[in-house]
């Protein structure tokens, strides 16, 4: 099923069937085991979200909104409500994730054909903190019986190779975003920007289709501490929260500030003490931090913004990383929270991945980039019935080209401040395209 924006009542025109149950309770765990959720995965448009074991699996489309141009957030919350608005619900486990639960992914610029999509699937698969749980969603008009694992998992299917990977120019040539590098410093020493974040993109042609679930082991495996997800054909493991809100509570993990690792551990400690010194690493993470506190604000009785960032380390780079956290204020009454889809919104762009300030640097990126981000360092992640939910900004990521899935579009970019150097930049959107290299290559080391 398709739609519209607004998901009109003839559109979907028996209500959404949602079943929630505790796998722990079904006994059928030993059959199919939910431990591992990316195991649970078929081949078709997997959807995932994955963090060191919990999170979210699914797979199926019961109902699909695609949204463009600036309402896009707007429109796919009005979609999702009108359809939770005639909904019947039973879950059993009511947890974060139980329920009805929608993945979405939505573009970078407004202006993008690329537009966004929320996707409601047909069986999500849930684990959190050794507690697991099935729900399966239809429309009809009554519920079905409580649903079995082994009804919904078909016989495991190995994931694929995608065997030899080559890779070709992006939309821009190595030598040619050295340039764009240039301009983007050129034009914050004049004083048109304070930082830009300009992005690249380079193509990968596989010798078999790309399995996705191939892509998505490779990288939670090796990024455990990174979002594992999949959501149409978008697929990565970003280390950045752009914001979870739970129970009234949001947290956003805000990262700015890079330095390659060389494999070696002490050289990667000293590294490490370079990075927590180094004065353009902090600027670019002061601009950061600043965004999204400022836009957290409005909608929080109090928040808690670091003052100082710590290193997150990664298998290919070190990262300034802070974690900011708020309590949304109660607008009075029994009105609800902003959901957690209107506060990505509210945040994105971040100066992480645009700049500051915010509407100079788009319009810089617009100028200078050349090329469309398309849902690359949007939000990606999942909302639920009670609007929580979490939203990762898509990076260290890749689109599969949904009329040729050999061909996938890998993305990465750099925050630019007075002090960046081009051939630097370049050396770190290498070291930023190694994750997803390594997800799609058999062998690829990582480093
Ligand atoms: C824009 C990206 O990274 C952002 C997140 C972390 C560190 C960044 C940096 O140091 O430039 C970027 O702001 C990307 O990975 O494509």
Redo the contacts with the bound molecule.
């Keep these: 099923m398709s739609t519209q924006p607004s998901a009109p009542a003839d559109v979907v025109p028996q209500p959404l069937l949602v079943r929630t149950v505790a796998l722990d309770d079904l006994g059928d765990t030993a059959a199919v085991d939910p431990h591992d959720l990316l195991d649970l995965l078929p081949t078709e448009r997997p959807l995932a979200w994955v963090r060191r074991g919990d999170g979210l699996v699914a797979w199926g489309e019961t109902l699909r909104v695609e949204v463009g141009g600036a309402d896009r957030f707007a429109d796919a919350e009005r979609a999702w409500q009108d359809v939770l608005a005639r909904a019947i619900v039973r879950d059993e486990v009511q947890v974060p994730g139980s329920g009805p639960v929608a993945f979405g992914s939505f573009a970078f610029d407004e202006r993008s054909a690329a537009g966004g999509v929320i996707v409601v699937p047909k069986v999500v698969v849930g684990r959190r903190g050794g507690r697991s749980w099935l729900t399966t969603i239809t429309t009809g008009a009554r519920l079905h019986p409580a649903p079995r694992l082994s009804d919904v998992v078909g016989p495991r299917v190995p994931p694929v190779d995608p065997g030899a990977v080559a890779y070709t120019d992006g939309a821009v040539s190595a030598d040619g975003w050295r340039d764009v590098v240039a301009r983007g410093i050129a034009a914050i020493r004049s004083g048109d920007v304070e930082k830009v974040?300009l992005?690249r993109d380079v193509l990968a042609r596989a010798e078999h289709p790309v399995d996705v679930r191939w892509a998505l082991e490779r990288l939670a495996t090796e990024y455990p501490s990174c979002w594992t997800f999949s959501v149409d054909g978008l697929v990565g493991a970003?280390?950045?929260l752009l914001v979870r809100s739970e129970k009234g509570l949001v947290t956003s993990r805000v990262?700015?500030?890079?330095i390659r690792r060389t494999g070696d551990d002490a050289a990667d400690l000293a590294r490490a003490a370079i990075l927590a010194h180094s004065s353009k690493?902090l600027e670019?993470?002061e601009y950061?931090v600043t965004s999204v506190a400022h836009a957290l604000e409005p909608f929080c009785s109090s928040t808690n913004v670091p003052d100082v960032p710590f290193v997150l380390h990664l298998p290919n780079?070190l990262?300034?990383a802070s974690d900011v956290t708020g309590v949304l204020s109660s607008p009075g009454g029994d009105a609800a929270h902003p959901s957690s889809l209107a506060l990505a919104a509210a945040l994105h762009p971040t100066?992480?991945?645009c700049g500051t300030p915010t509407v100079a640097a788009r319009e810089l990126i617009r100028s200078i980039e050349g090329m469309d981000r398309a849902r690359?360092?949007g939000p990606v992640g999942w909302f639920g019935a009670d609007g929580d939910g979490e939203w990762g900004?898509a990076?260290?990521?890749a689109a599969i080209d949904p009329d040729d899935p050999r061909r996938v579009r890998l993305?990465?970019?750099?925050?630019?401040v007075a002090a960046s150097d081009p051939a630097a930049?370049l050396a770190?959107?290498e070291a930023?395209l190694v994750p997803m290299r390594y997800a799609l290559g058999r062998d690829a080391s990582l480093g």
């Design positions: 974040v992005a970003t280390p950045e990262l700015a500030g890079t690493d670019e993470h950061a780079v990262h300034l100066a992480a991945v690359y360092a900004i990076l260290r990521s993305f990465a970019g750099c925050g630019v930049e770190e959107s930023k």
